[in-house]
C-alpha cells in the first residue's frame, strides 16, 4: 500500500443516481480502499412487466470487494437505502447510517435476506467514525424523512462534503405544534453553522444533491403547511383523506395535531406508511395521542366531519391504497361525495400522466380534489431549490463541484448556479465516470462498469435479458387472456368474462377452477363504480390485480395476464 499523502488524488465514482431519479450510490475510493455512500434502487418504469424493483449494477462492487471498507447511508428513502440488501450479498461489508436508518435497514434485511449477518454502526451528527482511510462526520440535514445526514469524508487528499438531500431550513415551527405530549421533532433543521465551519477549513471537493435546481428560490418548512392545512380541516365538513408520501413523519405530526386540534380520528391505510410510522413511534419521532388512532371499521361509525385516513399512493402507483380507492376497487374503504382528497406531495417527473388520471378517477367519484395544483400550500418538499444550493455552496466555498442526483438538465442547472458563486472547477459526472480529484484539477480519468439490475421477486436478473426473462416467465406461469365485452352506455357486463388459460391449468381442474376464477371476477366488475367500468386502461388494470390475486392464492402461481376490453 502506498503512503497516505495529498499527492494521491481522491476518486469519485458514481454507479446511479446522475441523469436519472433513484439508483443513487457513490465510491470514494483513496489509496485503493472504497467507500460506498447510499445503496438506492429505482421502481419499474411503465413497460417493465413482471419487474419490481430496479437496481445498480453491482459488478464494479464485486469485483472491488476485497478493498470496499464500508457503506455509509445518507438517510431512509428507497432511493438510498432499498439496494443495500442486495448489494450486501454482492460485497459485504460493515454498514453506517443514523438511528432511524437503520431501524428500517434491519427490517429489510430481515425481509429479503433472513439469517445474514452484517455489521450495523449508528452513527451521530459531529460524532466521527473511521471508515478505511476516510473519517466519516455526519451533519444533520432537514429533509422529509428523519434522521437525514451530509456526510463530511476526510482523506490524506482533503475534504470531500456529499451532501446527500437537503434543504436549507431550521427546526420544524410549526405553530400547532403540541411541545407538552413529548413529541420531538424528526426535523431537526440543517446545521449550517457546520457547514459555515467546514467551508472554513476548506473544502475539496462538494458532491452535492441536484433534485431541486429548477425550482426557483428557497424551499419552505413543513411549518409553513401546518395554518393552510389547519385551514381545510376547519372548513371542509366532509371525510380528509390526506395523501402523502408514507416516509413524511412529521406530516403525520403535522396530520395528527390537527385532527386532535379539530376533534377528528385518525386511520393509517397503507403497508409502507404503518411501517415506517412504526419505525418512528419506536424511536419517539411520531406521537399519536391517545384515542386519535382508529380503524377503518371504527371511521365507518362515526360522523364524516370527524375523520381523517391517510393514504400512500399519491404518484398513481399501480395496487396502491390511493389508486384502488379510484378505480373503487379497494376492500375496506371508498371514496363518496363530499370527501375531500388531500394530495400532499409533489409529482415525480414522470408521473404527470398517472398523477392526472388519478385526479380525474378521484372527481368522477364525487371527490374534491386539493393538491399542489390547486393549491402549493398543502406540500412543502424535502429538496432544496435554487436557492437552497447556492446556499449551501456559499457556506462550503468549494474548490470544485460534482452535481448528482436527478435528471441531465438538473445537473446542468446546478453546475451553473455553482459557476455563479464563484467555483471554479465544476464537473458534470456520467455514471460509471471515475473522477480524479486533487488540489491541482478535477478530471474523468476512466469508467466502471455500470447499468440496471431488474428484481422480478423472486431474483435479480440482467437488464439485457429482460425479454428473454419475460418468455421464461410465461413458459413457467402460463397466461391467462380474460375478454370482457361492456354495453357501452352504461358500462355494464354484456355478457360474463371469458376466460381462457394456457400453461395455467391441467385438465382435470381447468373448468372448475377457471369457473370460480369468472365468478370472482364478474363480482368484481359489477361492485366497480361506473367511472372506473368506463375507463379501459383503468378496468384493465382492476382484472390484472383481481385474477393475479385469485391464481396466487388458488395455485400460488402468478401468471401473465392479458385483458381485452370491448364496448358494444
Known amino acids: 500500500m502506498r503512503p497516505m499523502s495529498a499527492s494521491v488524488p481522491l476518486e469519485v465514482i458514481p454507479l446511479g443516481g446522475c441523469g436519472e431519479f433513484g439508483l443513487n450510490l457513490t465510491c470514494y475510493r483513496y489509496d485503493d480502499e472504497l467507500l460506498a455512500v447510499d445503496c438506492g434502487l429505482m421502481f419499474p418504469e411503465d413497460g417493465m412487466y413482471g419487474v419490481d424493483l430496479v437496481l445498480p449494477d453491482f459488478s464494479f462492487l464485486r469485483e472491488q470487494a476485497a478493498s470496499l471498507r464500508g457503506y455509509v447511508i445518507t438517510h431512509g428513502h428507497e432511493d438510498h437505502l432499498g439496494a443495500l440488501p442486495f448489494a450486501l450479498r454482492e460485497a459485504p461489508a460493515p454498514v453506517y447510517a443514523t438511528g432511524f436508518t437503520l431501524s428500517l435497514l434491519r427490517e429489510k434485511l430481515a425481509e429479503n435476506s433472513p439469517g445474514y449477518k452484517v455489521e450495523l454502526?449508528?452513527?451521530?451528527?459531529?460524532?466521527?467514525?473511521?471508515?478505511?482511510?476516510?473519517?466519516?462526520?455526519?451533519?444533520?440535514?432537514?429533509?422529509?424523512?428523519?434522521?437525514?445526514?451530509?456526510?463530511?469524508?476526510?482523506?490524506?487528499?482533503?475534504?470531500?462534503?456529499?451532501?446527500?438531500?437537503?434543504?436549507?431550513?431550521?427546526?420544524?415551527?410549526?405553530?400547532?405544534?403540541?411541545?407538552?405530549?413529548?413529541?420531538?421533532s424528526p426535523l431537526g433543521g440543517t446545521d449550517i453553522e457546520r457547514f459555515e465551519e467546514l467551508g472554513a477549513e476548506g473544502v475539496l471537493v462538494a458532491v452535492a444533491d441536484s433534485t431541486g435546481a429548477l425550482e426557483p428560490g428557497l424551499c419552505g418548512s413543513e411549518g409553513d403547511i401546518a395554518e393552510p392545512l389547519a385551514d381545510l380541516f376547519a372548513t371542509t365538513s366532509g371525510r380528509i383523506i390526506m395523501a402523502q408520501f408514507?416516509?413524511?413523519?412529521?406530516?403525520?405530526?403535522?396530520?395528527?395535531?390537527?385532527?386532535?386540534?379539530?376533534?377528528?380520528?385518525?386511520?393509517?391505510?397503507?403497508?409502507?406508511?404503518?411501517?415506517?410510522?412504526?419505525?418512528?413511534?419506536?424511536?419517539?419521532?411520531?406521537?399519536?395521542?391517545?384515542?386519535?388512532?382508529?380503524?377503518?371499521?371504527?371511521?365507518?361509525?362515526?360522523?364524516?366531519?370527524?375523520?381523517?385516513?391517510?393514504?400512500?399512493?399519491?404518484?398513481?402507483?399501480?395496487?396502491?391504497?390511493?389508486?384502488?380507492?379510484?378505480?373503487?376497487?379497494?376492500?375496506?374503504?371508498?371514496?363518496?361525495?363530499?370527501?375531500?382528497?388531500?394530495?400532499?406531495?409533489?409529482?415525480?417527473?414522470?408521473?404527470?400522466?398517472?398523477?392526472?388520471?388519478?385526479?380525474d378517477l378521484l372527481c368522477r367519484q364525487g371527490a374534491t380534489v386539493v393538491d399542489a395544483v390547486r393549491d402549493r400550500r398543502v406540500h412543502v418538499s424535502g429538496h432544496g431549490y435554487r436557492e437552497d444550493l447556492r446556499r449551501m455552496l456559499l457556506l462550503l466555498n468549494p474548490r470544485g463541484v460534482i452535481p448528482v442526483h436527478g435528471r441531465y438538465r438538473m445537473l446542468i442547472e446546478h453546475a451553473d448556479i455553482a459557476h455563479q458563486v464563484g467555483v471554479e472547477r465544476v464537473h458534470i459526472p456520467q455514471n460509471g465516470g471515475v473522477i480524479e480529484v486533487n488540489d491541482q484539477s478535477?478530471?474523468?480519468?476512466?469508467?466502471?462498469?455500470?447499468?440496471?439490475?431488474?428484481?422480478?421477486?423472486?431474483g435479480v436478473g440482467d437488464v439485457e435479458e429482460l425479454v428473454l426473462r419475460d418468455r421464461r416467465h410465461l413458459a413457467a406461469t402460463g397466461t391467462v387472456v380474460a375478454l370482457l365485452t361492456l354495453d357501452s352506455s352504461g358500462g355494464d357486463l354484456v355478457r360474463p368474462p371469458e376466460l381462457t388459460a394456457v400453461g395455467v391449468l391441467g385438465s382435470q381442474e381447468y373448468d372448475e377452477i377457471l369457473g370460480r376464477a369468472t365468478q370472482a371476477l364478474a363480482k368484481t366488475i359489477q361492485e366497480l363504480p361506473p367511472s372506473a367500468r368506463g375507463l379501459p386502461e383503468e378496468l384493465a388494470e382492476v382484472v390484472r390485480r383481481r385474477l393475479r390475486g385469485f391464481f396466487r392464492k388458488e395455485l400460488d402461481r402468478k401468471p401473465f395476464i392479458i385483458p381485452l376490453v370491448i364496448e358494444q
Do not use: W
Request: hydrophobic share 35%; net charge positive.
Open 442 to 458: 478535477m478530471r474523468t480519468t476512466g469508467q466502471v462498469e455500470v447499468g440496471r439490475v431488474l428484481v422480478d421477486g423472486k
Open 246 to 359: 408514507a416516509s413524511n413523519i412529521e406530516r403525520c405530526n403535522t396530520v395528527a395535531r390537527l385532527c386532535r386540534r379539530f376533534g377528528r380520528r385518525l386511520a393509517l391505510e397503507g403497508r409502507s406508511l404503518r411501517q415506517y410510522t412504526r419505525h418512528a413511534e419506536s424511536l419517539g419521532l411520531v406521537s399519536f395521542p391517545p384515542g386519535l388512532r382508529a380503524t377503518l371499521e371504527e371511521l365507518q361509525s362515526l360522523p364524516s366531519r370527524r375523520a381523517v385516513v391517510m393514504v400512500t399512493g399519491t404518484q398513481g402507483e399501480p395496487g396502491s391504497v390511493l389508486r384502488r380507492l379510484a378505480l373503487g376497487d379497494h376492500p375496506n374503504l371508498s371514496v363518496q361525495p363530499g370527501d375531500t382528497v388531500v394530495l400532499s406531495s409533489r409529482i415525480i417527473p414522470g408521473n404527470e400522466r398517472k398523477v392526472n388520471r388519478l385526479v
Open 121 to 184: 454502526v449508528e452513527i451521530h451528527p459531529h460524532q466521527r467514525v473511521t471508515v478505511g482511510p476516510f473519517t466519516v462526520e455526519p451533519i444533520g440535514v432537514a429533509h422529509s424523512i428523519p434522521d437525514a445526514v451530509s456526510l463530511a469524508l476526510r482523506c490524506g487528499a482533503g475534504l470531500a462534503v456529499h451532501t446527500g438531500d437537503f434543504k436549507m431550513v431550521g427546526p420544524s415551527q410549526d405553530p400547532s405544534h403540541d411541545h407538552s405530549q413529548g413529541h420531538k
